[in-house]
């Protein structure tokens, strides 16, 4: 079966530096994927253009079939993408997000259900009529992941979901990604924290630089032992 998101020697220069060097990854309907790393290590250049937000200088990206440098606006159809900042809409609430996102999307009548299920679970609904911009960094955080897994997509790709949150929205955003892989969907999940990095996904592949300095079954992260081989592959 083909894979749900495929990328084949990703390179992403910005003038002369480059910032993602040869990167590779397939992951499978069903399955997720965690990229970790430090701050700056290229998880964040790569989750945009597996998102079809940025175009890879050199490289192919690949998902549902759907082939990102031909058909960047094809891939956004088919992903649900939470970016590392920004995202929102500054005037606009959150229900108001959620309008916008199922009028674009062509989401068909009844998304309004979802829409109200998603903010009870993010302990958004009180400030579903609130304007983004009086919101703190957490709540934003928590209204972003809401928004890539709204419309249910085929690839669900979550960047540093877990800042500044607290435990009852990980706990939410935990939950959204197990459900996510239940119904199908492929998900990678970028972040610097390696215990939730762990809790979350079946596999963990470490960046720095740039590059893929290792890749191994979450569960041999855990632990002692497993942070001490993280720290011996990041430094």
């Known amino acids: 079966m083909e894979p749900v998101l495929l990328a084949q020697d990703l ?13 590779d990854l397939s992951v499978a ?10 701050n700056g290590a ?7 253009v597996l998102a079809g937000v940025l175009p890879p ?3 192919s990206v690949t998902v549902g079939g759907v082939d990102a ?8 159809a088919v992903v649900g993408y939470c970016p590392d900042v920004g995202g929102l809409i500054p005037r606009a609430t959150p229900w108001e997000h959620l309008q916008l996102a199922a009028r674009l999307r062509g989401m068909a009548g009844g998304w309004q259900e979802r829409a109200t299920d998603l903010l009870e679970r993010f302990e958004l609904t009180a400030a579903a009529d609130r304007i983004t911009s009086g919101f703190s960094h957490g709540m934003g955080r928590r209204l972003s992941v809401v928004l890539a897994a709204f419309h249910e997509p085929r690839l669900l790709l979550l960047d540093e979901p877990f800042d500044g949150v607290d435990p009852l929205g990980v706990e939410a955003t935990l939950d959204l990604v197990h459900e996510a892989r239940g119904r199908g969907a492929a998900v990678l ?5 390696l215990h939730l990095a762990v809790e979350v996904c079946e596999e963990a592949v470490v ?9 191994a079954p979450a569960a041999e992260l855990v632990g002692e032992a497993g942070r001490a081989r993280y720290r011996e592959l990041i430094t």
């Open 11 to 23: 390179v992403v220069d910005f003038g002369a530096v480059r910032a993602v060097a040869g990167f």
């Open 42 to 48: 290229g998880k964040s250049t790569t989750m945009r």
């Open 69 to 76: 440098r031909t058909d960047a606006a094809g891939v956004r």
């Open 29 to 38: 309907a069903g399955s997720s994927v965690a990229l970790v790393g430090r």
């Open 207 to 215: 960046l720095k630089g740039g590059r893929v300095v290792g890749a």
């Open 57 to 59: 200088t050199y490289g």
């Open 189 to 193: 999940v970028s972040t610097h924290l």
